[in-house]
């Protein structure tokens, strides 16, 4: 490999190292234009919602709440909730970008998602330098490519009445399980004992604050106390 190269990645390379997140950004982006659709919303919809909002699960969380016709306030504030950690991924990798003007370090900020996030991160751990021309590279190729999936999900969509009956509405909560899988087999003893203890008091603290606020609330609100308490005592 042409450490040189490597030293000063291009925009080119960058969207060459999205390639293989493209796969999970293609399906994902189908289930959330086919459950769009279910939502009653138009493919131009969709394709706005995609490029607005740019989140697999805020996407498939507004879809579910327009259904059950959620007021718009509510909406609102859950999708600013979930996305709430992109706040953090973006403080992680902000040391590396200190050197560029603000408006760049926005629109290097504003289109990060987990995935890219992930690429940066392991490209990071594996000493390689990481400029704005390689994030945008790899920002931007995963944007189009998760942009045209939600809107030929949505067309697609027009051709399946129920996409329940297909689990479409299940594939993001599914990936993320797989992932949670995958990291747990690889987990210390020690570690998945701290995260079920976890688990259990997000349960129990869902049960609690169920009794003075929605659901919708009482889920958003113990996870971000036990998430906040996990911070705590993760030593």
């Known amino acids: ?12 390379q ?21 459950v769009g659709t279910s939502a009653h919303l138009s493919i131009l919809e969709i394709g706005l919602l995609s490029a607005l909002v740019y ?10 709440m327009l259904i059950s016709a959620s007021p718009v306030s509510a909406i609102i504030a859950t999708t600013f909730i979930v ?3 992109h706040f953090l991924m973006s403080a992680a990798l902000a040391p590396h970008f200190s050197a560029y003007p603000l408006l760049k370090n926005i629109g290097i900020g504003s289109l990060l998602t987990d995935e890219s996030f992930g690429v940066a991160s392991n490209r990071i751990a594996r000493g390689f330098k990481v400029n704005d021309r390689w994030m945008n590279g790899l920002n931007v190729a995963a944007y189009l490519t998760w942009i045209v999936s939600c809107m030929a999900g949505g067309w697609l969509g ?53 009794f003075f606020f ?8 113990s996870t971000l106390i036990v998430a906040t308490i996990g911070v705590v005592m993760d030593k």
Do not use: H
Request: glycine share 6%; proline share 4%.
């Open 1 to 12: 490999m042409d450490r040189n190269r490597e030293a000063s990645p291009t925009f080119m």
């Open 14 to 34: 960058g969207i060459k190292d999205c390639v293989p997140t493209l796969l999970g950004y293609i399906s994902i982006g189908f289930a959330a234009g086919i």
């Open 55 to 64: 989140a697999g699960a805020s996407q498939f969380i507004i879809c579910a």
């Open 83 to 85: 996305n709430l950690r």
């Open 158 to 210: 027009s051709w399946i009445t129920d996409p329940v009956v297909y689990g479409l509405d299940f594939s993001l909560t599914a990936m993320f399980v797989a992932l949670l899988l995958l990291q747990i087999s690889a987990m210390p003893s020690s570690k998945l004992r701290f995260y079920l203890t976890l688990i259990i008091y997000v349960i129990i603290a869902m049960f609690v604050l169920s």
């Open 214 to 221: 929605t659901t919708y609330m009482a889920v958003l609100l």
